[in-house]
């Protein structure tokens, strides 16, 4: 399923849930998300978000996200694997001020 990052500054980006983490935070969406932790390092591919070529990044196996839910409590979620990288690519896309291409 998807859930929702996003921002005061009105931006969000998608990434993907598994139905247990939803089951355990009961929330799809998390405002203003901050990574407080990461484990173990792991290089995957993604595309550019400018120009959308694959490039190799590295991203934590495991992160602690804190975020504050729609009712505004602050909660806290550990995630691995899949769900860890794309939350990662969320906030990191949510918080990027570059706009130009940094493949070249």
């Given at each position: 399923?998807?859930?929702?990052?996003?921002?005061?500054?009105?931006?969000?980006?998608?990434?993907?849930?598994?139905?247990?983490s939803f089951k355990n935070?009961?929330?799809?969406?998390?405002?203003?998300?901050?990574?407080?932790?990461?484990?173990?390092?792991?290089?995957?591919?993604?595309?550019?978000?400018?120009?959308?070529?694959?490039k190799i990044v590295a991203?934590?196996?495991?992160?602690?996200?804190?975020?504050?839910?729609?009712?505004?409590?602050?909660?806290?979620?550990?995630?691995?694997?899949?769900?860890?990288?794309?939350?990662?690519?969320?906030?990191?896309?949510?918080?990027?001020?570059?706009?130009?291409?940094?493949?070249?």
């Open positions: 399923m998807n859930a929702l990052v996003y921002n005061d500054r009105g931006c969000s980006e998608r990434f993907r849930l598994e139905p247990s935070l009961k929330c799809l969406l998390f405002k203003n998300p901050s990574i407080l932790d990461g484990f173990g390092e792991k290089k995957i591919i993604r595309k550019c978000f400018a120009c959308n070529k694959d991203v934590c196996e495991i992160c602690v996200v804190r975020f504050e839910d729609d009712s505004g409590e602050i909660k806290t979620i550990t995630l691995s694997n899949n769900e860890s990288y794309d939350i990662q690519t969320a906030i990191y896309k949510l918080n990027s001020i570059i706009k130009d291409c940094m493949c070249l």
